[in-house]
């Protein structure tokens, strides 16, 4: 007498559960595919153009006030600035979303941080960019006033001009993350006490250290 063979609900649940996890995990495994995919794809035309940073100069630099005032060490300044920003990239496009522009003298900061508008540079496009610079009230080191005096001597005065920022690089339709950017540029001015009233100057067209 041959016995009947029955699937308890046990075993069919156990079956069924199993090919869920299957599904599940081909599932997982072509997205994981496709995903490592796009990311090869994107890093093969990025390694393939290879972005080169964007290129700053400085093209005129006055300075209109740097007096201490009372005896607390306070300055007020004035400084006008204009700065000529070049893409490089034949294929590369670049948002520029943040940038902060100040002035710096002997490692301390002269004015406060004035914000550029945000704008897009086309491939080897160049702009120029213009800040009004100023600083009222700002506290300095006490030996501000015995260094300027020193270069006034010298006949000469070094102004460090900062821009702190972050871009986007931009290939086809696809744009990067933000990256930060850092120029920093040197003016050179003269200065001694038989130079007429007005601002100081430089025209120099030097080029400004950048790093991203």
Known sequence: MSQALTKSPKHC???HGLKINKLCKKLFAVFS????TILCLILLVWLILHPTKPQFSLKEADIYQLNLSGTNNLLNSSVQLTLL???PNQKVGIYYD???VYAQYKGQQITVYTSLPPFYQGHEDSNVLTASLIGNGLPVAPSFGYEVGRDQTAGRLVLNLKVLGR???KVGTWVSGRY???VDCVAVMAFGPSLPTGPLTTRQGT???TTV
């Open 13 to 15: 649940g156990d079956k």
């Open 33 to 36: 595919t496709l995903f490592t």
């Open 85 to 87: 920003s070049k893409n």
């Open 98 to 100: 943040e940038l902060q």
């Open 167 to 169: 871009l986007r690089w």
């Open 180 to 182: 930060r950017v850092n």
């Open 207 to 209: 080029q400004c250290s």
